[in-house]
Structures are given as structure tokens and as C-alpha cells.
């Protein structure tokens, strides 16, 4: 990808290629938003004019920096929505779980989006408004049921709880607007490698539509929270 083909983006996705972020990017999309997706594989099944996407293994200590030089000047005016959907699950009993188990999902699922969102600011602060959305989980929400194997998933996603309150209190004021969705069963990969048999969930689109629409109006009624978007187990 080069930098000419991503003028004007509106919106940057991480976890593009996977079930919900590609979902989301699609219906992006489709909805005429100009949509930078990022992850190591580009999303399969479906293509879009609004759509460009950078391949990068968002581990990599630079990672965040890369992501903003995708974007070029015209995507001062522009970009608007920050979706981290990005994350890996290494599903495991708390003694079996080694450091580079650890390291790779606090990494990736708390480190990588306070890392975007500061190599970001540049551009969401000249934005007339922007909406920066955490996808958590119902593993990181305080007091909801949680499961074996989840332990330091869930202290990676509750991170972002933190991380979400502090950053919204530290920028009150601005036009900069950040949340977090916990988010319960989706029918993804994910849930299938966690939760192998499990049946239930809602679908990957169903989580898409709601996600995409509280990314462009959620940060009008609320900001600095935890949502627990979740309808059965788990909860
Ligand atoms: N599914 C559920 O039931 C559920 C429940 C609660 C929360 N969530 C959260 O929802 C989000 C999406 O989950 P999902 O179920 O759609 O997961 P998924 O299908 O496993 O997709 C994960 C995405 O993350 C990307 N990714 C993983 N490692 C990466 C790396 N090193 N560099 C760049 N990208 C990487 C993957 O892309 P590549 O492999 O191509 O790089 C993929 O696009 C996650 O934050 C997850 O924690 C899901």
C-alpha cells in the first residue's frame, strides 16, 4: 500500500482480517466511510472503493507509529473514528501460561492501543470530533461472571477499562471522545478456540452493526465508559 491510496481515511480499524473487525469494516464501508484496516492478513470475501488496508504485525514495537504514516495530510480533516479491535486469546489455565503468552496479549490487546492512541492524537485532535472505541470484553468487566482460562486475557481487557476513564478525564474538554465495549459471545474463531463446542453468542454481524453505529453516535451521549454490550453466556 502506498500513501497516495489512503487519502481522506475516516476511520482506522484494528483486527480487519478478523470476524468482528472485518464485519465492522465492511459495513463501514458500505455506509461510505473511508476506512483504513489493519491487521497481518487483509479481510477475505469482500472489497470496497472506501476501503484500504495495511498488512503489519501490530506486535512490533513500531507498530503504532506505522500506522500513522498510512495516513496521509488529507486525513487531518478526516479521520473521525478509531476502532482497536484488534487482540489475541491464549485460553489456558493461569499456570500453564508462559511469558511470551503474556507478553504477546498484553501487548497487543492493552499496550498497542494506548501506544495508537497517542501516535494518533495528531490527527484526532484536528478532527471536529473523534471517537476513539475500546473493544473489551465481558472478562474484563469488574463484577461480571468470568471463566477459567482467562486470567491474563482478562487483565489486558480490564486495562483498557482503566485506560479508557483516565484518558477521557485527562482530555475532558477537547473533542476527542473515548469508550470501551465489553463485549460478551461472538460468533468468531475466537470464541470457537476459547470456548470449543459453544453454540451461542450473537453473530458476527449483529455485533458489527451495533459497533459501527456507536462508533459514529455513542460519543454524543456518553464518554470515559465501559459498556457491557452482552446477551447470555458468557456474562
Ligand atoms: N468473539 C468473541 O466472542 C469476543 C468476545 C469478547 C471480546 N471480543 C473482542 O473482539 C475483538 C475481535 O475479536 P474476534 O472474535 O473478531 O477475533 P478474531 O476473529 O480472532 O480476530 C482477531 C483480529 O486481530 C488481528 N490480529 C491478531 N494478532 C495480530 C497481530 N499480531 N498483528 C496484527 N493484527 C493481529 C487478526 O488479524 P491477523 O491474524 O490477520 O493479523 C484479526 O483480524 C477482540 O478485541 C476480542 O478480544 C471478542
Not at 200 to 226: C, L, P, T, W, Y
Request: glycine fraction near 10%; hydrophobic fraction near 45%; charge should be neutral.
Amino acid at each position: 500500500m502506498n500513501s497516495k491510496s489512503v487519502s481522506g481515511i475516516e476511520a482506522v480499524v484494528t483486527g480487519a482480517s478478523g470476524g468482528i473487525g472485518s464485519a465492522l469494516c465492511k459495513q463501514l464501508c458500505e455506509q461510505g466511510i473511508r476506512v483504513l484496516g489493519v491487521s497481518r492478513r487483509a479481510p477475505d470475501g469482500w472489497s470496497s472503493a472506501h476501503y484500504r488496508h495495511l498488512s503489519i504485525d501490530l506486535r512490533h514495537p513500531s507498530a503504532s507509529e506505522k500506522v500513522a504514516a498510512a495516513l496521509d495530510s488529507t486525513s487531518h480533516a478526516s479521520l473521525r473514528i478509531v476502532i482497536h479491535a484488534a487482540a489475541v486469546l491464549h485460553s489456558m489455565p493461569f499456570e500453564l501460561l508462559n511469558e511470551g503468552m503474556e507478553d504477546e496479549m498484553l501487548r497487543l490487546n492493552l499496550r498497542l492501543p494506548i501506544t495508537l492512541t497517542r501516535a494518533l492524537l495528531p490527527w484526532l485532535k484536528v478532527a471536529n470530533e473523534s471517537h476513539s472505541v475500546f473493544i473489551s470484553s465481558m472478562a474484563g468487566f469488574q463484577g461480571s461472571l468470568k471463566y477459567s482460562g482467562l486470567s491474563v486475557y482478562g487483565a489486558s481487557k480490564a486495562g483498557l477499562v482503566g485506560f479508557t476513564e483516565a484518558i477521557a478525564a485527562e482530555m475532558e474538554g477537547s473533542n476527542l471522545y473515548f469508550n470501551t465495549l465489553c463485549l460478551g459471545a461472538v460468533q468468531t474463531e475466537m470464541l470457537q478456540r476459547a470456548f470449543p463446542g459453544y453454540s451461542g453468542g450473537v453473530s458476527v454481524d449483529e455485533m458489527a452493526r451495533f459497533i459501527a453505529g456507536f462508533a459514529q453516535n455513542g460519543h454524543k451521549v456518553m464518554n470515559g465508559k465501559a459498556l457491557p454490550v452482552s446477551i447470555g453466556n458468557p456474562r
